[in-house]
């Protein structure tokens, strides 16, 4: 009996649909893992068609062409000696299974079926797939001729069993069935399955890939066993960035990692495992033999094949050794996978670079250090011989000869950056903007779009007959105010746009820009943005993003890249600048605007959205959350404050720009928020269950905190704010159509 096996899993970086691209990656990780002598292969989940088809796996065409793929990699001799374990959509009776094909020489051994969907945060699985219910047991499944003809068999077995190799037994589980209570693997491993694989299409989540891995060590060191984790990588056409991450565990050690953040498509990692190893462990463990005695028979499809090598006596191979597993910071994270996702939109679109109203704020500023370090991944990736992102770098410049010099180099070459000022801008964000473009090598200018909001108001006062309309500062009421400040933030847009697909063509050279929004979630979930200004760009790359992370992220970025700009751009509050300045000095800014704070809005964010929270779910948990600061007549008022505005502005999220997903509590309403987007803003039943409560909190207040000592108050929105906040953001005064002050495309 052999002891050593050599098992081969990877992370690809396919593209919903693309059915060539596709196979030639999943043809390449075959041969790689064949000449590194492994004898198992395990892809990711739904490798054949992509992960992200969506709606398109309710389509025949997405089925067959899944067939033909599949055919083309029986038929290649270079793919025998090896079992694959291969994902892609099946037909079995009539309804579709999202599947493992598992096949060795030309053959099908098994179609293996996803048994526990997932459907909740960016998954709908339950819409395309059904999971299989029948536990333990196999079915006959008819080929379809085209594959008949290939393998030269009728029907093959299809549901929940195990390969037995000659030296050892397999069992699957895909993506969900890891992280589930009911997780295959453990009646799998008490039937003597010692080695599982888990093919998976989990998407990035910041300070998520932790809690997979955790979970992977947590399932071979339980049940004992070899755990081999594959996971698709990249951006495959939607919101969502899959984070790779490809690993090998064994007894609760992982050996082997491949990389999670990076741009070469094709990754496979291999490792020399001990079966042995596996053995003993299990042996050792009395309770988990004493089960193994009364648990339950899968159906095996035998093989007469051996994971170990023939040819060589497997005493001279080295066994594996534990490793660190690399986990990276939430900085760190925001660094490289919006920067990742930015280059796989930039380089399948077709398009040429981007273009960024960048204004010297935080967020605009994030943006172009994410595409600076996005500029930082492909020169690396050049560096160490990646043939197909030089050749993609030298087609978005549109030179063959082209080879990126350094990150700023190929920087100055993709992005472009504006600055629109109007007479409420400052010195000195217009200085940041330009310092910032200059350190990271932004081919930047700086204009004026006075004369173009000038123009706009004339032609409302020519056809009106009223008067030109004032803002606050100068006599004018909220409406006047607001108009202002949102004609500046959609002509900033309008602008990007016209300059997006216009910059190249002046300078001679061919294609267009993408334009880049720059709304981070606590903004979106709070609804302060104008609609179609940030709203409105292409792609956003920090869209899932909230300000708190985006400003750790900016101080890790200053202190590795030296991009000293952003120590004195961290200081500054943000802010619109849409309003007057005084005495050259702004005054406006945003979170006395929005009247809560940065940090509150997480707060509410992660209740409503994580926990699950309403009005007065919320109010019952910041009530002693935040009793160090606030009375519970503030608390009460903050939480009605919060929901009121969010229900005014919840339309706007229908029309997001689409974003990296990086937060479980995006308000995104494409698909991971489904959430009405009409309110009855008043809340009448909930706040005054609110209300009902105030009274009897204010008075144990009273006996628990001692006499003087009173609530450090908010740094926003404070009792006093009240009566004007009523007035500025209520449905009669902020209609639907708008928010109060709101920001614009190129505001931090």
């Known amino acids: 009996m052999g002891r050593k096996v050599i098992l081969a899993t990877c992370s690809l970086n396919q593209w919903a649909m693309d059915f060539t691209g596709n196979y030639e990656r999943i043809i390449k990780s075959i041969y790689e893992a064949k000449a590194k002598g492994a004898r198992f292969r395990l892809g990711p989940e739904l490798e054949i068609p992509g992960y992200g088809c969506s709606d398109h796996f309710l389509e025949s065409d997405t089925i067959l062409h899944s067939w033909e793929v599949l055919a083309k990699i029986l038929l290649d001799p270079q793919c025998r000696d090896i079992i694959l374990d291969i994902g892609m959509p099946v037909m079995h009776k009539d309804v579709v299974y999202n599947c493992r094909v598992i096949t060795l020489n030309g053959q099908i051994l098994l179609i293996r079926p996803k048994m526990?969907?997932?459907?909740?945060?960016?998954?709908r699985e339950t819409r395309w797939f059904m999971p299989w219910c029948k536990r333990r047991q196999l079915e006959d499944f008819y080929l379809p001729r085209m594959i008949s003809d290939v393998t030269k068999q009728t029907k093959v077995p299809f549901g929940d069993g195990v390969i037995a190799t000659l030296d050892t037994c397999i069992g699957a589980e895909t993506c969900e069935e890891l992280w589930t209570a009911e997780s295959s693997h453990v009646p799998q491993g008490l039937d003597g399955v010692e080695i599982f694989t888990n093919a998976s299409g989990s998407y990035h989540e910041l300070r998520k890939l932790r809690t997979a891995y955790t979970l992977i060590e947590g399932a071979s060191m339980k049940s004992g066993g070899i755990y081999l984790y594959a996971n698709m990588r990249g951006c495959d056409g939607e919101r969502v960035f899959y984070s790779g991450g490809a690993c090998i565990a064994i007894n609760g050690e992982i050996v082997a990692q491949g990389h999670t953040f990076e741009i070469n498509e094709v990754e496979v990692v291999t490792s020399v495992l001990d079966l042995e190893d596996v053995r003993m462990y299990r042996n050792r463990i009395r309770s988990r033999s004493a089960s193994a005695t009364r648990a339950s028979v899968y159906p095996r499809i035998n093989v007469e094949f051996a994971l170990g090598p023939s040819h060589v006596h497997d005493v001279t191979l080295p066994s594996y050794e534990p490793v660190e597993p690399k986990f990276f910071t939430p900085e760190e994270e925001i660094s490289l996978g919006p920067a990742c996702w930015l280059w796989d939109y930039l380089r399948r679109s077709r398009q040429n670079g981007f273009f960024l109203p960048l204004s010297g704020g935080i967020d605009s500023s994030s943006v172009a250090c994410i595409v600076h370090s996005m500029c930082r991944q492909v020169c690396k990736a050049v560096e160490r011989g990646d043939q197909q992102t030089l050749l993609d770098a030298q087609h978005i410049v549109g030179d063959n000869d082209y080879v990126p010099a350094n990150p700023e180099e190929f920087c100055g070459r993709i992005l472009h950056t504006f600055y629109m000022g109007t007479e409420?801008?400052?010195?000195?964000?217009?200085?940041?903007?330009?310092?910032?473009?200059?350190?990271?090598?932004?081919?930047?200018?700086?204009?004026?779009?006075?004369?173009a909001v000038d123009a706009v108001l004339k032609i409302f006062t020519s056809v009106s007959g009223f008067a030109r309309p004032r803002y606050k500062a100068h006599g004018g009421e909220i409406r006047e105010n607001l108009a202002l400040q949102n004609i500046q933030a959609r002509l900033r847009m309008v602008l990007a746009y016209l300059f997006a697909q216009l910059v190249l063509w002046a300078q001679g050279k061919p294609g267009g820009l993408l334009?880049?929004?720059?709304?981070?979630?606590?903004?979106?979930?709070?609804?302060?943005?104008?609609?179609?200004?940030?709203?409105?760009?292409?792609?956003?790359?920090?869209g899932g993003i909230s300000k708190t992370d985006l400003k750790k992220f900016l101080r890790y970025y200053s202190q590795k890249y030296k991009i000293d700009v952003l120590d004195g751009l961290l200081e500054a509050p943000p802010t619109a600048e849409l309003e007057p300045l005084e005495q050259g000095k702004v005054t406006?800014?945003?979170?006395?605007?929005?009247?809560?704070?940065?940090?509150?809005?997480?707060?509410?964010?992660?209740?409503?959205?994580?926990?699950?929270?309403g009005p007065y779910s919320m109010f019952c948990k910041?009530?002693?959350?935040?009793?160090?600061?606030f009375r519970p007549t503030q608390v009460a008022e903050k939480v009605k404050h919060f929901f009121r505005t969010y229900s005014i502005n919840r339309h706007k999220m229908t029309t997001l720009t689409p974003a990296y997903h990086a937060e479980r509590y995006s308000p995104d309403d494409n698909r991971f928020d489904h959430r009405q987007f009409l309110y009855n803003t008043s809340w009448t039943w909930q706040f005054q269950a609110i209300d009902a409560r105030v009274p009897e909190l204010e008075e144990r207040r009273k006996h628990t905190v001692p006499e003087g000592t009173q609530p450090t108050g908010s740094v926003c929105m404070t009792v006093q704010d009240k009566q004007k906040d009523n007035k500025v953001h209520s449905s009669e005064a902020a209609p639907i159509g708008e928010s109060a002050v709101l920001h614009c495309p190129n505001k931090g």
């Open 622 to 629: 910041l009530v002693h959350a935040w009793s160090g600061m």
């Open 588 to 613: 406006q800014t945003d979170e006395a605007d929005m009247g809560m704070s940065y940090k509150e809005l997480s707060d509410y964010g992660r209740l409503r959205k994580i926990a699950g929270y």
């Open 116 to 123: 526990s969907n997932c459907d909740d945060g960016n998954y």
């Open 515 to 542: 334009v880049l929004g720059t709304a981070n979630v606590d903004e979106s979930l709070r609804g302060y943005f104008t609609k179609y200004d940030c709203s409105s760009a292409d792609i956003n790359p920090i």
């Open 424 to 451: 409420n801008s400052s010195e000195e964000t217009k200085a940041r903007a330009q310092t910032l473009a200059d350190q990271i090598g932004a081919t930047h200018r700086s204009i004026v779009i006075d004369v």
